[in-house]
């Protein structure tokens, strides 16, 4: 039974990017993290609950791009008044990846209190059951109050090709020294790190106090935390209030701040170099819906109307009615652009929904970025 001292104090929940393995759905003006996963609930708004779970009563730190910020208060806006008062929202000028989003939070975390205890999570993941989840967050709570960096890793659930892995150390119950970092693999590695017991999948998500990685930043990455560090503690009228959910709207240099840092990941500048990191064997179910068809197993049909004359194991997410007619094993996604975007429709065959990633970049190469 772990005691609420254990709990973190600060979230962050990184809602950036603009996913596009689940393109045309997921798109430049909604991507993933925004698409209903569970009935109306979207991967964001699983995610702000469980960062309200495992934060006791402290701020949930969402950063996001600023013209995602609409979506935010629109997915905030089933929660409680008292629960919508710990959200904060900063509005990214331009994406840089996720090493300055986490410096960017480490810095106002900072400002706001005493060496705090931060948890970081994705928006664009399925995790479950809760409970679990918050045995091992509780877990590398305990870890990094000693002055390290937690990482959760995932038991490999067979040889993943488009996950970076972590190479487990010695183990101290569920938590184990992490030994490596190792890049996405190619086929081969993959089955041997697969049948090994000894590396996990990166889940991206971090546990550390806001003290000990500000040290972290500035001895591995400089030039990513540098210009946050010249911040000022925001005054009160640098926020706005929209429904209840308070927006960093006017932090002054912010903007300034962002053009200046590096574009990196947060594995590349800290997490791979940083000597004082442990790992969290993950517990709880975890899923990284990285393409259409998983997104069909989890999610069942869509509103449109279907007409079905003799298909067969199809699938359709559309916002218009769909006729099909002796077809079967298709996936068929069509945004009709009611939403001021360009209309799109994607139809691929059940087994080829990796392919997507090739479509978008041939979208790229036309110079179609209207599309995406």
Request: aromatic content about 10%; hydrophobic content about 40%; overall charge positive.
């Amino acid at each position: 039974m772990y005691m609420i001292r254990n709990m973190f104090d600060d979230c962050l929940i990184m809602a950036g990017g603009a996913g596009t393995r689940l393109w045309p759905a997921s798109n430049s003006g909604l991507p993933k993290q925004f698409l209903p996963v569970y009935g109306k609930k979207s991967f964001f708004s699983l995610a702000l609950e469980r960062a309200l779970e495992v934060t006791g009563s402290g701020q949930v730190i969402i950063i996001t791009g600023k013209s995602f910020v609409p979506h935010v208060i629109e997915e905030t806006a089933r929660f409680s008044a008292a629960k919508k008062k710990r959200f904060i929202v900063i509005g990214e000028p331009v994406a840089k990846n996720t090493a300055p989003a986490i410096a960017c939070a480490v810095v106002y975390s900072n400002f706001c209190g005493c060496n705090s205890k931060m948890l970081v999570l994705t928006s664009d993941h399925i995790i479950k059951p809760l409970e679990t989840f918050k045995n091992d967050v509780f877990l590398a709570a305990s870890a990094v109050g000693t002055g390290k960096l937690a990482v959760f890793g995932i038991p490999p659930a067979g040889p993943e090709t488009g996950f970076g892995y972590i190479e487990a150390g010695k183990k101290n119950e569920n938590v184990y020294t992490a030994a490596a970092f190792h890049e996405k693999p190619d086929l081969k590695t993959a089955k041997k790190y697969a049948a090994s017991k000894r590396f996990f999948w990166n889940s991206g998500m971090f546990a550390f106090s806001c003290e000990f990685m500000a040290q972290e930043f500035s001895r591995l990455a400089p030039d990513v935390i540098s210009p946050f560090n010249k911040l000022k503690i925001p005054k009160p009228e640098a926020y706005t209030e929209i429904k209840g959910v308070k927006i960093l709207s006017a932090w002054p240099g912010l903007d300034n701040a962002y053009r200046k840092t590096k574009s990196i990941s947060f594995d590349y500048a800290v997490a791979e170099k940083c000597g004082n990191t442990v790992m969290v064997r993950a517990s709880f179910n975890w899923i990284d819906i990285g393409n259409w068809e998983e997104y069909a197993k989890i999610c069942g049909g869509k509103d449109a109307q279907i007409f079905n004359a003799g298909s067969e194991n199809c699938y359709v997410d559309s916002d218009i009615p769909v006729a099909l007619a002796g077809v079967e094993d298709l996936i068929i996604v069509i945004r009709s652009g009611k939403n001021g975007s360009r209309a799109t429709a994607l139809i691929t065959r059940k087994g080829q929904t990796q392919k997507v990633r090739d479509v978008v970049d041939l979208i790229k190469k036309a110079g179609r970025s209207d599309l995406l």
